[in-house]
């Protein structure tokens, strides 16, 4: 099986998903004739920067269409520039060629027309990666450059350009995209490639590719390569791609809201030794946290994170939990992962040990009273106060079944004397006769009446 993220990688604006505005943009421009000398595409990796400028270069230098939103993509031009060959399309990675002496070579060649184009274009990649100094010497050609040539620069780190290459470009930002559009875009695969799966066995691809297309089509190469011929199940994504099941987590932050230590510090241990990552698992349990307080305030938006069962679940679960003691749990393990992130720790067994300590924390910040608890007894106060009743700090407790009395004693009945009862518990009484047998030498009869001085 081919590579899937170049077998799918889209060769025309119309194939082109998310980036809309980007899209519209450059197709005015080119229906138009109002091209720019100088673009910038700026975003995340893997959302179509380069497959955009690659596009853009074949709409310019198709053969058959000319300048056009359509290129043929059947045109030596079209074959060679996706295949990244083409003469006059120049594809330049500025992570490695970065000197100042790459930049003066370009410079050098941008003077001499295209070999077979109407444009010598070129692509620069990670742009950001230059020096100083070839951003200087890159300036004067950007400012003024010969009206046959292109550039299309793309970066993740949009704000490393310095401002006086920004003032020469046509910038368009390329944003992330949202789990709906992945998951859409995977669905459309796996039905060209008719492998059958679960729908949500799609949604833990979406997630672990965090907006980028690239890293969701290559996790699900990867998932299709290791499933062979077997359907993709939700379970089958969790174990290749190593993610903890959502059903922890609710038990884990279940077992934080009933202050049960003991059952997380074995939770956390047990992830410890199956070998997860306990920061990946923390960070995660934050999102889970978060999606929590969402669910309870009835302010969730559908994300395409959860499945319809996994939030049914996940209502019923919290329906009776305190919304502070959510966000109090949260406000710790956010303080938490943020030291693990300054200090850059990395160590899993340190990481464990802080986290066993925030458990404890936790469950003994929790224990104290909680805003809602302290509101709800000053609203009791305040209606006590209204309705002239005494204020019952504690809620009332069932009575205790009534004891069996006696019946009421006739006045001439007299009073049965009680019965004696031994004062001196058994285990006392044997230890006192060894004593007493010990130290005086009394006989058994002695003994006994020993005793029954200490009992009168």
Known sequence: MANLARKYRPSSFKDLMGQLQT???LKNALDFNQLNHAYLFFGSRGVGKTTTARILARSINCQTNGVSTNPCGTCDN????????????????????????????????????PMKSGHKIYIIDEVHMLTNESFNALLKTLEEPPGHVIFIMATTEYHKIPETILSRCQAFPFKKFSNHELIERLTH??????????????????????????????LLDRIITYSGSKKITYDLV????????????????????MKNARNCLDLVDTLYYDGYNLKVFFFDLLNYIKNTVLVKKKLYKDSGYFTPAQI????????GWDSDELVL?????????????????????????????????????????????????????????????????????????????????????????????????????????????KEFGASEERDNDTLKIFNS
């Open 23 to 25: 899209a519209r943009a």
């Open 78 to 113: 079209c074959v060679e520039i996706s295949e990244g060959r083409n003469i006059d399309v120049i594809e330049m990675d500025a992570a490695s060629n970065r000197g100042i002496e790459h930049i003066r070579d370009l410079r050098e060649n941008v003077r001499f027309a």
């Open 189 to 218: 695969i796996l039905g060209c490639e008719k492998v059958e799966f679960e729908k949500e066995a799609l949604i833990p691809i979406a997630i672990k590719g965090e907006g980028s297309m690239r890293d969701a089509i290559s």
């Open 238 to 257: 969790n174990e290749v791609l190593g993610i903890i099941p959502f059903q922890l987590y609710m038990t884990f932050l279940e077992n934080i809201i």
């Open 312 to 319: 049914a679940d996940m209502e019923k679960a919290i329906a």
């Open 329 to 437: 749990t949260f406000d710790i393990c956010y303080k938490l992962y943020n030291n693990w992130t300054y200090y850059n720790t990395t160590n899993s067994f340190e990481i464990l040990i802080n986290i066993e300590m925030g458990i404890i924390d936790i469950i003994d910040r929790l224990n104290k009273p909680s805003v809602t608890a302290v509101l709800q007894k000053l609203s009791h106060l305040e209606r006590a106060i209204t309705d002239g009743k005494p204020f019952v700090d504690t809620p009332a407790k069932t009575p205790a079944p009534a004891k069996e009395t006696a019946p009421p004693r006739k006045m001439d009945e007299k009073i049965a004397a009680p019965a004696p009862q031994n004062i001196v518990p058994p285990a006392v009484e044997d230890d006192m006769a060894s004593m007493i047998q």
